[in-house]
Structure formats: structure tokens, C-alpha cells
């Protein structure tokens, strides 16, 4: 499955953006996806993840509380709600596919990424 990930742009400290990754094919409802940022630099990092069902779900402890990931399959589109953004949010995001465990813990389990989406988030 390809991935195209959309929805970034410059906000404002306490706004909110809605990023959206599409599948393109049916298959999508097969993997467990998630979402990783990454800065230059630094390495790519987990933002969270949903598995294939939407059942469960998971969130690294900077976005807990601020960031919802969810996911519809009719559509082939997983989508990360972002809220009360901080400057430190600031990164390219990228979504990514695991097909098998049904679970995302880092950036090696990803077996097939999209593009990245810039987020500004502007103090």
C-alpha cells in the first residue's frame, strides 16, 4: 500500500491542525499505521499509532493529552488530530505502514512510508 500524508501548515502556539493519511488501495485496512515527526538532524520519532481495526491505539507522552489519532477504514485514511500545538511541535510528519503484529512501537517496525507534511507552529 502507498501512503500519502497531508494537512500540515503554519499555526499558532494553542491552534490546532488535522493531519490525513490516505491508502491507496484496500489493503490499507490491513496494517496498523502510525505517525512519527522528525526535525533536521534528529531522528524520526514516534507521534503515535492505530491498530488495523482502530481498536487501540497509543501516543508518545509529549503529545498525550493534545494529539488524537483515528482511523476510517471505508475511507483508507487515518487521521491525527492535533491540538494546543507548541512551538516544540514543529517537524515534518510522516505516516507509516506495518503489515503482520498489530502494534507500532519505533521507526523500524514501518514496512512502507509516505511523503512528509510540514507542521509550523509559530510562538
Known amino acids: 500500500v502507498q501512503l500519502q500524508a497531508s494537512g500540515g501548515g503554519l499555526v499558532q502556539a494553542g491552534g490546532s491542525l488535522r493531519l490525513s493519511c490516505v491508502g491507496s488501495?484496500?489493503?490499507?485496512?490491513?496494517?496498523?499505521v502510525g505517525w512519527f515527526r522528525q526535525t533536521p538532524g534528529k531522528e524520526r520519532e514516534f507521534v503515535a499509532a492505530?491498530?488495523?481495526?482502530?481498536?487501540?491505539?497509543r501516543y508518545a507522552e509529549a503529545v498525550k493529552g493534545r494529539f488524537t489519532i483515528s482511523r476510517d477504514n471505508a475511507r483508507n485514511t487515518v487521521y491525527l488530530q492535533m491540538n494546543s500545538l507548541k512551538p516544540e511541535d514543529t517537524a515534518v510528519y510522516y505516516c507509516?505502514?506495518?503489515?503482520?503484529?498489530?502494534?507500532?512501537?519505533?521507526?523500524?517496525?514501518?514496512?512502507?512510508w509516505g511523503q512528509g507534511t510540514l507542521v509550523t507552529v509559530s510562538s
Open positions: 507509516g505502514a506495518r503489515w503482520g503484529p498489530n502494534n507500532i512501537n519505533s521507526a523500524s517496525d514501518i514496512g512502507s
Open positions: 488501495d484496500i489493503s490499507f485496512r490491513t496494517v496498523a
Open positions: 492505530i491498530s488495523r481495526a482502530g481498536i487501540s491505539s
